[in-house]
């Protein structure tokens, strides 16, 4: 059925030519075939969902759990996976974007660079901000730059405790209050594409949550899971008359 909507569409592209000819326009055998291309790359729309919904779904999970002081006094060290150095994440909720040259060629970091990165990633609770992991930014960085996306969509990022305290049953130790972490999906790829890639990498923690449609990227060891299919909510019965 995919095939036959995409064959449709691409169809609908080629029988478009000759209008866009006769208007002046041009639309060219290699143009077509970009267009075709990008039309089997989408990947269907994930569903929406808050940031709320993807702390209880991932602060349910113990492969997230750490404790916290003990970790601050190991924090990983930089790790080039390959990627350009340059960076552009989204934050739909704040409505902001930043791309930000984070690494020079030289291989040194710019810390400028990576405090506008770690704004982006505050606690969208609080509004503060922690200086986010270099090796996270390096594993999102390779994940940009193998998907070709011109930018990362991040659904959350830092959280601090007080955040993790308003969500029932959250867990008082997760990556993510440490600035280690960050959920994210990548436009036009599906969840499992982006899952399989970032575990191939083998540089931290992969979370498939498969229904939520999102990735849970990590700076802590390398592991990977996925999220349990969720129990249909049962409806409440309605009162009796």
């Known amino acids: 059925m995919v095939k036959q909507v995409l064959l449709a569409a691409a169809l609908a592209l080629l029988c478009a030519a000759p209008a866009r000819r006769a208007a002046g326009g041009e639309v060219s055998p290699d143009e077509f075939m970009d267009r075709f291309s990008a039309l089997l790359d989408t990947a269907p729309e994930p569903p929406e969902v808050s940031e709320a919904e993807v702390v209880e779904l991932e602060e349910g999970d113990p492969e997230t759990y750490i404790f916290v002081r003990g970790a601050l006094a190991h924090p990983p060290a930089p790790q080039n996976l390959g990627g350009d150095g340059r960076l552009t994440l989204a934050r739909p909720g704040f409505r902001e974007v930043v791309t930000a040259r984070y690494r020079g060629a030289d291989g040194a970091y ?14 969208s609770r ?17 994940v940009e730059d193998r ?21 029932p049953g959250a867990a008082r130790r997760s990556l993510h209050m440490l600035g280690w972490a960050a959920d994210i999906r990548v436009p036009g790829r599906t969840h499992t594409e982006v899952a399989e890639f970032a575990a191939a990498l083998a540089a931290g923690g992969v979370g498939h949550y498969e229904e939520a449609g ?19 909510r049962k409806k409440s019965p309605r009162p009796a008359k």
């Open 110 to 123: 710019a810390g400028a660079e990576i405090a506008r990165l770690s704004r982006l990633l505050r606690c």
């Open 126 to 142: 609080t509004g503060k901000q922690a200086e986010v992991s270099i090796k996270l930014l390096e594993i999102l960085d390779a």
């Open 147 to 167: 998907f070709g996306s011109p930018r990362l969509l991040v659904l959350s990022g830092y959280r601090t405790p007080r955040f993790n305290r308003e969500v």
């Open 214 to 232: 999102f990735v849970h990227l990590d700076a802590g060891r390398a592991r990977t899971w996925k999220a349990p299919r969720q129990a249909p």
